[in-house]
């Protein structure tokens, strides 16, 4: 994983209750739009989870960084055995960043 992937994985990862794309590029200082792209990217190589949720009046994705035991559970039917995932974000190594 990138610097940068590694940042928005420990953002996501301190806040258990997910967060927006708002939010996190808040943390990380940059623009909403500039990050959209990146997390619908780590959404795809499982690196992150996202999920529908209602703000207040608005429904939005929320971002979480998955646990190790929620990405062995999502890899049955292919090599779930910890040694096959990096440990970081859960990630299967055999999976592009």
Do not use: W
């Amino acid at each position: 994983m990138t610097e940068y992937t590694d940042r928005i994985v420990t953002i996501l990862a301190e806040c258990p209750q997910g967060l927006t794309a708002k939010q996190v590029a808040k943390r990380l200082g940059v623009s909403s739009r500039n990050l959209g792209s990146r997390l619908s990217k780590l959404v795809a190589y499982g690196i992150i989870r996202k999920t529908r949720a209602r703000v207040g009046v608005v429904v939005t994705g929320l971002y979480f960084a998955p646990t190790l035991k929620s990405s062995l559970a999502d890899q049955r039917g292919r090599d779930a055995s910890p040694s096959a995932f990096d440990g970081v974000a859960g990630r299967h190594l055999s999976q592009p960043v």
